[in-house]
């Protein structure tokens, strides 16, 4: 049974550094959406793909911040210049087309910038 | 906006005690709403869910009822077990302001603790 994938699960780095995840989701999932999450917070939305198109982006995520979905299936989140206030963990989701709410998580990419 | 309001925990039980975590929410138009759980050290999941207004969601003894008149989804369970200790996140699916798509809005999350 492969779930929706996150590589790295732990990142730490030094402020002003770039960071790159990765997530894999279901294989027939056509949507794909990124959230973060910090301490004692529930997720919260960043954006999310309708195959390679991504058709939504939030107001938190700042010009430091890109994702892409280059051919449909795995997605890439950047975070360039990194700052504290970026420490968090980063989720990405997978639903089907009509999953109208139901997504499937996967364990996240913890950032910790010093 | 969109927003879900959860009880604050951590809610702390005895094994086989009765559960409510209460939930109510603002939202556009006819949300869907969730219940998702995380147990410790793994990923969010689905638990349970309602479409429309007095829709029932169960799920592994949990249930939870699609109240439009108070805006509400609380989730309850009859006799918590040590293994539902987790945290509990309340969530609606809805139109985001004004961009016509729809998303996934959390709330914070209650963490519960079941005791033996």
């Known amino acids: 049974d492969t779930g929706v994938s996150q590589n790295p699960r732990h990142k730490i780095t030094k402020r002003g550094q770039n960071v790159t995840f990765r997530c894999d989701p279901i294989?027939?999932?056509?949507?794909l959406y990124w959230y973060r999450q910090t301490l004692g917070q529930g997720p919260e939305f960043l954006t999310y793909?309708?195959?390679?198109?991504?058709?939504?982006k939030s107001r938190l995520l700042s010009d430091r911040f890109s994702a892409e979905r280059p051919k449909g299936s795995f997605s890439t989140l950047e975070i360039q210049r990194t700052e504290q206030g970026d420490s968090a963990m980063y989720l990405c989701?997978?639903?089907?087309?009509?999953?109208?709410?139901?997504?499937?998580f996967g364990e996240g990419s913890r950032l910790t910038v010093l | 906006g969109n927003s879900v309001t959860q009880m604050e925990g951590p809610v702390t039980l005895s094994e086989e005690a009765f559960l409510t975590i209460n939930c109510t929410y603002t939202?556009?138009?006819?949300?869907?709403l969730f219940w998702y759980v995380q147990y410790p050290g793994e990923g969010l999941q689905l638990l349970l869910k309602?479409?429309?207004?007095?829709d029932k969601g169960s799920n592994k003894g949990f249930e939870a009822t699609y109240r439009k008149e108070t805006t509400s989804f609380h989730l309850e369970k009859g006799s918590v077990q040590v293994s539902d200790s987790a945290v509990y996140f309340c969530?609606?699916?809805?139109?985001?302001?004004?961009?016509?798509?729809?998303?996934?809005?959390f709330g914070s999350g209650t963490r519960l603790q079941v005791q033996p």
């Open positions: 793909f309708q195959n390679e198109a991504q058709l939504e």
């Open positions: 989701a997978s639903s089907p087309t009509r999953g109208a709410g139901e997504l499937f």
């Open positions: 969530a609606l699916f809805a139109l985001r302001g004004d961009t016509g798509r729809r998303a996934l809005t």
């Open positions: 939202a556009t138009g006819y949300p869907s």
């Open positions: 294989s027939e999932h056509n949507r």
């Open positions: 309602a479409t429309k207004a007095d």
